[in-house]
C-alpha cells in the first residue's frame, strides 16, 4: 500500500514536470553562438532559440492533451470547472504567444508571426526603441502603435541594435543604445 502512493507522487510530479522543462526550453535564452541569418537580398533574420523549435510543438501537443482531458473529465464542481477553463486558458496564451521572427530589411522591420498577422514598421515610422538592460529586451514602436519586441530567445541582439543605428542613426540619441555595439558590414 505505501509503495502505491509513493508511486503516485512520482508520477505526478513528473507529469508536472514536462510542462514546466518545455516551458523553460521554448523561453530560455538564445545560444550566444546563435547569430542572425543574413539573406541573399541583404535583408537580416533574427530567430527565436533553436530549441524552442524542437521542444514548442511537444508543449502544445502536452497542453493540448491536458486541456482536452480536463474539458472531457470535467467535475461538476465550480473548482473543476475553473481547472479545466485555466487548462484551456494557458493552452491557448502560450499557443499565441510563440516567438515570431523578426527580418530586418531595406524599408523597415517586420514581425513574421505563426498564428497571427505580421507587423510591420517602417524606418521612418519607428517613434521609440526601448532597450531593456536587466530583461534583455528591445522594443520598437512605430507610429501606428505596432510593437516588435526582441526577448531574450531572439539571436544577436547586437546586430540589431547595430542594424537600428545603421537604419535611425540620425534620429537616435547620441548615446544609444548605451552598451557595447558591434559593427557589421
Known sequence: MIGTHFLRIARELSISAIPGILLYSVWGAASKDQKAEVLQDGTVEFLPNKLAF????????????????????????????????????????????????????????????????????????????????????VTITGADGTKIVHAQQFADRPRLLSELRHHCGDRLPQDFPREPVIVHK
Open 54 to 137: 524542437w521542444t514548442w510543438p511537444l508543449l502544445m501537443a502536452y497542453l493540448t492533451y491536458a486541456a482536452v482531458r480536463e474539458l472531457m473529465h470535467v467535475p461538476r464542481s465550480p473548482l473543476g470547472l475553473i481547472t479545466a477553463a485555466l487548462v484551456v486558458t494557458i493552452t491557448v496564451a502560450i499557443a499565441a504567444s510563440f516567438p515570431a521572427t523578426i527580418i530586418v530589411a531595406t524599408n523597415g522591420l517586420e514581425q513574421v508571426s505563426w498564428l497571427w498577422k505580421n507587423k510591420r514598421i517602417g524606418w521612418s515610422e519607428i517613434v521609440e526603441i526601448n532597450t531593456g538592460e536587466k530583461s534583455r529586451t
